[in-house]
Every structure is written in C-alpha cells, then in structure tokens.
C-alpha cells in the first residue's frame, strides 16, 4: 500500500480534529444552507471540497511552490476572493426585504450560486492553501510509492471526511433555515445575519497571512 496503514490512521484522526473546529468553511456551508435549503448547503460543500480538490493536485503537480515563489499572484487570488464574498454579504443585506414571492433568489441562494460562491470561499482561504501545502505533504513518503498516488489517497480520505462534515452541517442548517424562512420577519433577520457572515468572511480571508 503506497500509505503506510499508521500514518493513514494519524492523518484520518488528524484531519477529523481539524474539520470539526468551525473555521470560514464551515461558516459559509452554514450560511448557504440557512438561506438557500439543505440542497444549497449540499452544494456549497461540494464546491468548497473542489477548490480543496484543485489545492491538493496542485501540490501533487509541485504548482505550491511556484505560488510560494511568487506569493503576490496568491495574495491577489485571495483579495479577489475575500472582496467577491464581502459583495454578497452586502447584497444579501440589502435585499433581506425583498418579496419572497416577488424574488425568491432574493429570499434565497440557488444551487448553482452556492456551488460556485463554495469554490471561490475555498480558493480564497489561506488556511485551506497552507493545510494543502504544509500538512499534507507531511504525510507523503518518496520512498514509499509514487508520490502522486498518495497525495490522491490522502487527499480523497480527506475530501469524503470533508464532504461528510461539512455536509452535515449544510443539511442540518437548510431543515432549520427552511423552518424559519416561512416567517417573514424571521426570514429578514435571517438573511441578514448570513449576509454578515459572509462580510465577515470577506474581510477575515482578506485579513489573513
């Protein structure tokens, strides 16, 4: 086996400890499913774990390094980002009194929004880069086995444990959200508080180093 049994064994309980502390995923998988259903939060964790998917070939292709070389190229990626999520913070805002029958995109999030709006939060997240480039290789042995073959199985272990978190919390948000957002006033408070998680988002990303 190119990973070595133990090691598999450290990195699952290592990721698990990881994924199960809040960090900006989590939040945005959160607000998704509040505003747009339990399919939105579903969604939104699938793009989350592409971006995560494109980080983790990107460091089986040696491509870390090169935005390692040239950090000015990441840290534009990560400003564009931050400032695209801080936009849809403020327009969820904005239109928290929007007629749910007049504009349900207004009321709500589609499936292909959250997708996307999930690739871009993952792409955009430094944490998510340095996990990628820093941890996992730390698991890789060259002598083991082809190197991009267990960059493949680390990283598929942690894209179902992702996926099964994240997910979780995605469905269980959309339940309570669809709940709620039968109740205008509760609705309105509703995309308010996710339209200021998501500018908390934007401007924490845009923050980090």
């Not at 990881?18 to 509040?34: E, H, I, K, W």
């Not at 939060?41 to 491509?63: F, K, N, P, Q, S």
């Not at 994240?166 to 006033?185: H, P």
Request: with cysteine; charged share 10%; aromatic share 8%.
């Amino acid at each position: 086996m190119p990973v070595d049994p133990h090691v598999l064994a450290v990195f699952t309980v290592s990721t698990i400890v990881a994924l199960v502390t809040p960090g900006p995923d989590m939040l945005f998988v959160l607000g998704c499913g509040m505003r747009g259903g339990a399919r939105a939060g579903l969604l939104a964790t699938v793009g989350v774990i592409t971006g995560d998917a494109l980080y983790i070939a990107a460091a089986a292709a040696g491509l870390a390094a090169l935005l390692t070389a040239f950090p000015v190229v990441f840290t534009a990626l990560r400003i564009a980002g931050a400032a695209y999520l801080v936009y849809l913070g403020v327009q969820m805002i904005r239109n928290r009194k929007s007629s749910q029958a007049d504009d349900p995109v207004a009321s709500g999030m589609s499936g292909r929004r959250a997708f996307l709006n999930g690739v871009v939060s993952s792409m955009a997240n430094p944490q998510t880069f340095a996990f990628m480039v820093a941890f996992l290789p730390q698991f890789v042995d060259p002598t083991a086995g082809p190197v991009w073959l267990q960059f493949a199985i680390l990283g598929g272990v942690l894209i179902v444990l992702e996926f099964l978190a994240d997910g979780t919390v995605g469905v269980l948000a959309g339940r309570i959200g669809g709940w709620l957002r039968g109740r205008e006033a509760v609705r309105r408070r509703m995309d308010a508080a996710t339209g200021s998680v998501f500018v908390g988002l934007g401007v924490t990303l845009a923050a980090e180093r």
